[in-house]
């Protein structure tokens, strides 16, 4: 049986409105791509969301085709749902998504509206709920017209299966056009989800500044680089760690003397600010008005820990900022 702790609403600071709509999300959320599937410890998995809940993280990101296998992250946590969470629906915000490849035959991918529709309906009954509360399109499909997808984002949003819409992915002139698609149909997208990170700053020269301007929200995706901007790496690769049993999307190819040699750098500058090389990670995103919240992941309870205690210094000094700028422009 499972209380959640009753201090986990004690820090109202940790709470940020989602640009410039009515809801606000926690600095740090927690995403069930990796860690979370069938193939993974279901009571290991059960312990990080508890722990995160019980830390004020209300926001859980999932997506049709998380696993493995895929939509087995949406059962396990329906599951959860049922078990721990089941008096505390209106305590969390649930986003799942729907673009990449999830069923066979030419109906189970992209961006139609045959698509996002039936894998909303999927997403819902994996997960026990008769609504998600952010349901995004996962990536852009150069085919379909834009009109149909955001016509479908709408759809869902009047149909009572998703509270608010978001777009992941997509670049600076896609989201332009995404926006203006969607406020013309009185469904205003709530939040972007991009890759971006110390180590990948694609969004940072046009797209930051189109979704403050039009208030819409910022959650960057694996923040934490999948891990290399942390200490996780520093001595060796963990046969536990993503890279060193999961190939998938970071191999050990990928944990290069380059990337160390910056990350021991900017630990050094994390340490003297108090902070573990996450948190600061963490903090450099949320430093930004534009960004509402960081999406990350989490292998063990002990990670959730280390990552909502970014949210003691947000703060940076100018010779701070200029440190970091020079070691990763090196
Ligand atoms: N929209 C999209 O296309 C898209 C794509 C990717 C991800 N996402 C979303 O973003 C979420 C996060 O992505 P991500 O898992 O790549 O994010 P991330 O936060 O960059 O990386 C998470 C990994 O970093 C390590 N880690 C986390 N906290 C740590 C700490 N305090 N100390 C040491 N290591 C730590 C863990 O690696 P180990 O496993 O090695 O312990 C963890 O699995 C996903 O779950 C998903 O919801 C969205």
Same mark, same amino acid.
């Given at each position: ?19 410039? #709509? ?49 939509? #087995? *992250? ?47 309906? %999927? ?42 819409? +978001? ?10 056009? *995404? ?17 971006? #990170? ?14 403050? &301007?039009? +208030?819409? +929200? ?25 890279? +060193? ?19 021991? %750098? ?8 108090? %902070?573990?090389?996450? &948190? ?9 008005? *534009? ?11 002990? &990670?959730?820990?280390?990552? *909502? ?22």
């Amino acid at each position: 049986m499972y209380l959640p702790a009753a201090s986990r609403y004690s820090n109202p600071a940790i709470y940020r409105r989602c640009g410039r #709509s009515g809801l606000k999300l926690p600095l740090i959320s927690l995403g069930l791509w990796h860690n979370f599937g069938g193939a993974d410890s279901y009571e290991n998995a059960r312990a990080i969301v508890r722990r995160a809940f019980d830390l004020g993280i209300t926001h859980f990101d999932l997506a049709n085709n998380y696993g493995p296998p895929p939509g #087995s *992250a949406e059962e396990s946590f329906g599951r959860m749902l049922r078990t721990d969470f089941v008096h505390h629906r209106d305590e969390l915000i649930l986003s799942t998504k729907a673009g990449y490849d999830m069923w066979p035959g030419p109906y189970g991918d992209f961006g139609s509206r045959k698509y996002l529709l039936a894998s909303l309906d %999927q997403s819902l009954r994996r997960m026990g709920v008769d609504y998600v509360d952010i349901f995004y399109h996962h990536r852009p499909d150069p085919d379909t017209p834009l009109e149909e997808t955001m016509g479908a984002l709408a759809q869902a949003v009047r149909s009572g299966k998703a509270l608010y819409v +978001g777009i992941s992915n997509y670049d600076h002139a896609q989201t332009a056009r *995404a926006l203006t698609l969607l406020r013309d149909l009185g469904t205003p997208c709530l939040i972007h989800q991009p890759r971006f #990170s110390m180590l990948d700053r694609w969004p940072e020269a046009d797209l930051l500044p189109l979704l403050e &301007q039009a +208030g819409v +929200g910022c959650i960057p995706f694996s923040p934490l680089a999948k891990g290399l901007l942390t200490n996780r790496y520093f001595n060796g690769i963990p046969a536990d760690s993503r890279a +060193g049993h999961d190939p998938r999307f970071l191999r050990p190819e990928h944990v290069t003397d380059a990337v160390l040699a910056r990350t021991r %750098q900017l630990d050094e500058i994390a340490r003297a600010r108090g %902070q573990t090389l996450a &948190q600061m990670a963490l903090a450099w995103l949320l430093n930004r008005p *534009a960004v509402t919240s960081t999406l990350i992941g989490a292998s063990k309870p002990s &990670q959730i820990d280390d990552c *909502a205690g970014a949210v003691a210094n947000l703060q940076f000094a100018s010779g701070e900022l200029a440190e970091i700028e020079q070691i990763l422009a090196s």
